[in-house]
């Protein structure tokens, strides 16, 4: 079992920086692909990222591949989001996802444990 909560969420500017983190709970961290998804207003929830057990593995949303970042540290039970060059498209609401399958994981059936999402809002 795991629980999952989000930060770092704010208001930037169009071209800014911003890194979000996901806190786990557990022992069981490590076993567990990790992955982003966003939902804007009115719009459904899509895949951002997502990374391997080991953290070997990533994948991205053709949207944000090159300029954002998945990456893990499992000692810290935390998995975290680079952006960079963010765009005014990039505002939603972001959730952290853990899944119990070591597949490709892309599809929010997918996965198993939510968290409550953080809020990025980039203005242009």
């Known amino acids: 079992q795991v629980q999952l909560v989000e930060s770092g969420g704010g208001l930037v500017q169009a071209g800014d920086s911003l890194t979000l983190s996901c806190a786990a709970s557990g022992r069981t961290f490590s076993s567990y692909t990790m992955g982003w998804f966003r939902q804007a207003p009115g719009m459904q929830r899509v895949f951002v990222a997502a990374i391997t057990r080991s953290g070997g593995s990533t994948y991205y949303e053709d949207s944000v591949k090159g300029r954002f970042t998945i990456s893990r540290d499992n000692a810290k039970n935390t998995v975290y989001l680079q952006m960079n060059s963010l765009k005014s498209e990039d505002t939603a609401v972001y959730y952290c996802?853990?899944?119990?399958?070591?597949?490709?994981?892309?599809?929010?059936?997918?996965?198993?444990?939510w968290g409550q999402g953080t809020q990025v809002t980039v203005s242009s």
């Open positions: 996802a853990a899944s119990v399958g070591g597949l490709v994981a892309v599809r929010a059936y997918q996965y198993d444990t």
